[in-house]
């Protein structure tokens, strides 16, 4: 599991744009979003690497935490 900070995620159009991304990359994570801390849990096969690369293509920067 994965924990990434996505500063600029603030409403559903965010967390849908950010949850097709990720699963364009892996279509079996399991992901958990906690909208007032702009947070995303990920539980994925997928190195964290290319999950960011993902999330960053679907037009949101991301960082590990």
Known sequence: MTKFSV??????HC????ENAI???DGGAHM???MAKREVTVSS???AGILISSINA????AQVI
């Open 7 to 12: 500063p600029k995620m603030s409403c559903g």
């Open 15 to 18: 967390k849908s744009a950010i």
């Open 23 to 25: 699963k364009a990359a």
């Open 32 to 34: 958990d979003f906690d």
């Open 45 to 47: 096969d997928v190195e």
């Open 58 to 61: 679907g037009g949101y920067e």
